[in-house]
């Protein structure tokens, strides 16, 4: 049973699309985030959610916008995709133990 | 200056050696101190956590914190071509519940 799971594992799309991505968890975890892995494999955080509830939002342009609809489910929609938004895009969960992370969603525009 | 500085690599050892790997950080807030290890098309795995100054160990790996120089280290002893993948160190802040990760070491156990 997959803990933090994604779909899809792989996007290809143009310039100027929007897409969305999908995150769940079934560990029960509070806490939910969005990360982004660019080529040069640099982890940055964008986003934060507790049950729910926005915790942070990194300087992340407003092209990308979360959605939690349960504490379980964190989503990431991107609107006007742009070639510098290719990257690996990874979900976490946290509790006190730790994070888990998802297999990541490789995210190609062209 | 990033929060969490990590040597890039890659970092290339025969089989059996010790790897060696540190970060430094900048933020005496950070409380946890955490190293991932994440294989190609992966997501990041949890292998250890700590959050005092001083060794950690489990199994072959060995976590090392020094809070006053800011600087964090792993080490992998009897290395084996499994352990070949990047290894990010990561630090957290509960304030902000916040998790920097540092720009991960790419490491090549040879046999």
């Known amino acids: 049973d997959t803990a933090v799971s994604q779909t899809p594992k792989y996007l290809v799309t143009q310039m100027g699309n929007d897409k969305s991505i999908k995150c769940e968890q079934n560990?029960?975890?509070?806490?939910m985030y969005w990360y982004k892995q660019d080529s040069k494999k640099f982890l940055k955080i964008m986003f934060s959610?507790?049950?729910?509830?926005?915790?942070i939002n990194e300087t992340v342009p407003n092209r990308f916008s979360p959605k939690s609809p349960d504490k379980a489910h964190l989503n990431l929609h991107i609107n006007s995709l742009e070639l510098g938004d290719s990257a690996v895009y990874f979900c976490?969960?946290?509790?006190?133990?730790?994070?888990?992370f998802g297999s990541g969603t490789r995210l190609t525009v062209v | 200056q990033k929060e969490v500085e990590q040597d890039p690599g890659p970092l290339s050892v025969p089989e059996g050696a010790i790897v060696s790997l540190n970060c430094t950080y900048s933020?005496?807030?950070?409380?946890?101190f955490m190293w991932y290890r994440q294989y190609s098309r992966k997501g990041p795995e949890l292998l250890m956590y700590?959050?005092?100054?001083g060794n950690k160990e489990d199994g072959r790996f060995t976590a090392q914190v020094d809070k006053s120089s800011k600087y964090i280290s792993l080490f992998i002893r009897d290395s084996q071509p499994s352990d070949s993948a990047t290894y990010l160190c990561?630090?957290?802040?509960?304030?902000?519940?916040?998790?920097?990760f540092g720009g991960g070491t790419r490491v090549l156990v040879k046999p």
């Open positions: 976490a969960s946290s509790q006190e133990d730790g994070y888990t």
């Open positions: 560990l029960g975890h509070d806490t």
């Open positions: 959610y507790n049950n729910k509830e926005l915790i």
């Open positions: 933020n005496s807030a950070f409380q946890y």
């Open positions: 700590t959050y005092s100054s």
């Open positions: 990561a630090i957290f802040k509960a304030a902000g519940n916040k998790l920097t």
